[in-house]
């Protein structure tokens, strides 16, 4: 066994210099000025004392480090899975209490289990069971819920609900309650974070500064709105005033955590365990092979299973909540020069001394800041392009979509991304039950084979080739028996039928029972079955059940050789 390929720490780690550690490090450093309000405001939205957002910043970037296989991917707790935590442990437990992060904590250890055994298990292709327009049709969905459902502390009303109807029903309910000073200090915190992402970046690129530090300095404007809210916060003693505020946020490593023992509590949990590991997997795999391809890199799908699924792992023993790896702080952390997963660890440290030593400071930052932070966060996650993209290029994928974004809005996250699986999969069912195929003839002069409506090509009345451009399985079989039938009643004179075979990569049982009988009805007509172009590993299981032998015909290397051997003038 290559223990390199389990351990990828050994890849990189011996070839490790001075120069890769100091970009390693100044990455660190901007990641980690980053991510203490991100985890913040993530941990609150998962209903979770704010500490423990910090807490699932640790452990879990420590392992990805050794298990990883992206230089730049940074692993913690993002928006979307926050929401799906809140989600699924919501309907169990209330979230007042201890119970409500021991569900959370289970819920963590049960996506790392999973997570962790789909990448031994090499698994990882269930995450194609997701298409990207249901996935972004999703996180759309996801990221509308996650803003509104931020207003709530934008007003400092206390509202509860998991879909859009009962959120904004909520809100408006709430309004004779709101407080004054909280709605300023949340929405000058939104004006000042939507401008600085806005407008920050090009007006510092026209001063004359780098894109790269244009961008990054925009990107960390939520650290500023921090610390001049939590300064006025503190001046003002605004907690006073009925401004919620984070408060004693205890200091200290992260306490170790052991999982439910509770079997009840497992069988309620694993159907949100699960989406929850597909979804962050897809995110996390999609942001990590997009910059690995800028530096034309590569990532393991499977391994980066093993190491998201050990991360989770670590952050449900050290009192954490699900993690994966997240758009905006891996994107900084690869503008920022990230070289090596070590970045990731040296951000752990970074956490780590937070925690040690600065939570004090924390006490008074407000709760409508880590609101507006969350709000502008997820507004970039709302992709109209894709929606325009999708309904031009395929209705039906539009309609996976839609469906998708509908549900999630209405019903919640839960039954959203269930119904955009179902969907998705109901769709290539359909599609492939129905393959394209096209009666096709030789381009004149050539060895090329086209379809007979698109192009002007030779034909023979008595040689019929049809190509099919999909595999054929049990929902489709049927299909193609009725298609060649239909085509061979119109065909008084033929003698030959040719399936051109060059798009057919699986031929299942349900299907070779099809061509068996489309062999015999064609003999009994005195019409010769051929095959052409069969590829290799088809051919071998054709082999296995001596389907050559039962053919009326030939099976041929190519079509050009059928038409070659099979049309009028030649002998049969």
Sequence with gaps: ??????????????????????????AAMIVTVMLVPQSLAYAMLAGLP????????????LIYAVLGTSSALSVGPVAVIALMTAATAGMIVSPDGDAYLTTVILLTFMSGVMLTLMGLFRLGFLANF??????SGFITASAIIIAVGQFKHLLGVSVSGHNLPDLLLALVKALPDLNLMTLLMGSGTLLFLYASRRWLGPFLTQLGFSQVIANSVGRLSPILAVVVTTAIAA??????????????????????????????????????????????????VSVGQTLAAKRRERIDPDQELIGLGCANLGAAVSTGMPVTGGFSRSVVNFDAGARTPAAGAFTALGILVVILWF????????????????????LSLIDIHAIKHTWRYSKADFSAMLLTVVITLLQGVEAGILSGVGLSLALHIYRTSRPHTAVVGRVAG?????????HTVETSPNVLIIRVDESLYFANARYLED???????????????????????????????????????LKDTGIKLHLAEVKGPVMDRLEWVEFPEQLSGEIFISTFAAWQRLKRGDKD
């Design 483 to 521: 298609q060649i039938q239909a085509l061979v009643s119109q065909s008084p004179e033929l003698q030959h039928l040719v399936i051109s075979c060059q798009a057919v990569n699986l031929i299942d049982a349900s299907a070779l029972d099809s061509l068996e009988s489309i062999n015999a009805r």
């Design 235 to 284: 001046y003002f003693t605004l907690n006073e005033q009925g401004v919620a505020v984070v408060g004693s946020v205890p200091a200290g490593l992260p306490p170790l955590a052991m999982p439910s023992t509770d079997v009840g509590l497992w069988q309620q949990l694993w159907v949100g365990a699960l989406l929850i590991s597909i979804v962050g997997f897809v995110e996390s």
């Design 446 to 454: 050539s060895e090329h084979f086209r379809n007979i409506e698109r």
């Design 1 to 26: 066994m290559n223990i390199k390929k389990y351990l990828p720490i050994l890849e990189w780690l011996p070839s490790y210099r001075l120069a890769i550690f100091n970009q390693d490090l100044m």
């Design 50 to 61: 704010p500490e423990v957002g910090l807490y699932a910043s640790i452990a879990p970037l």
């Design 130 to 135: 997701l298409s990207h327009p249901v996935i």
């Design 359 to 378: 939570t004090p400071l924390l006490q008074t930052l407000p709760i409508a800041t880590l609101a507006a932070t969350i709000i502008i966060a997820v």
